[in-house]
């Protein structure tokens, strides 16, 4: 079956460094998502991108994050200077445009800022 | 602000019974609801959709939709262990839309 793939699984850096979180989401997808996770809160969303381009974004994404799809398979999420406060599972998904709308979602990267 | 409220329990029911989860959500246009299962340090694994008012069953999930009511359910039948997780709710406001959730309901399912 099918499924997102994302690399990798935990990540540790230091405040103020850059960090790359790569996806690969399923392959006939259309629109791509990050989300984030804090230790013991809720899902938030954090950025949607379809036909290279960003579709939607919340409050959280600011100027120190940017997505990118470098190739055909690749969907990235560059943090430019982490910060504590960054440190979170992230979770990439995909969707197919259809009735159901699902949205499925990748392993997650632990992102750990010392 | 759109909010999706759950109660964070923990639900315990015994092995072999029915747990019942329950959402609301704030936003009248919300269009598609989904039931997520996320076991700890893992990530949200569908369980069912539902976009339509009334019920929807999926072997021993059954998700109801009360659009008027701004409600969603979740009932597992038949109750495992293994079915001891954090069950998400989220609403989506259209076609790839993103995904709001609320906190999560743990459930556990004892022996």
């Known amino acids: 079956e099918p499924e997102v793939t994302q690399t990798p699984s935990h990540q540790v850096t230091q405040m103020g460094q850059e960090v790359i979180l790569r996806c690969v989401p399923i392959s006939n997808h259309l629109y791509f998502y990050w989300y984030r996770q804090i230790l013991g809160q809720k899902v938030e969303f954090l950025v949607s991108f379809y036909n290279n381009e960003i579709s939607e974004k919340s409050e959280i994404f600011d100027d120190q994050f940017s997505v990118e799809r470098p190739d055909g398979s690749n969907f990235t999420l560059k943090i430019r200077s982490t910060k504590l406060e960054d440190s979170a599972m992230y979770f990439c998904?995909?969707?197919?445009?259809?009735?159901?709308?699902?949205?499925?979602f990748g392993p997650g990267t632990r992102l750990t800022v010392l | 602000q759109k909010e999706v409220e759950q109660n964070s329990g923990p639900l315990s029911v015994p092995e072999g019974a029915i747990a019942s989860l329950n959402c609301t959500y704030s936003?009248?246009?919300?269009?598609?609801f989904f039931w997520y299962r996320q076991y700890s340090g893992k990530s949200p694994e569908l369980i069912m959709f539902i976009y339509s008012n009334g019920d929807k069953e999926d072997g021993r999930f059954t998700a109801q939709l009360n659009k008027a009511s701004q409600y969603v359910s979740l009932l597992i039948r038949d109750s495992q262990p293994s079915d001891s997780a954090t069950y998400l709710c989220?609403?989506?406001?259209?076609?790839?839309?993103?995904?709001?959730f609320g906190t999560g309901t743990r459930l556990q399912v004892t022996l």
């Open positions: 998904a995909s969707s197919e445009v259809s009735d159901s709308d699902t949205q499925y």
């Open positions: 989220a609403v989506n406001g259209g076609t790839a839309s993103k995904l709001t």
């Open positions: 936003d009248r246009g919300s269009q598609s």
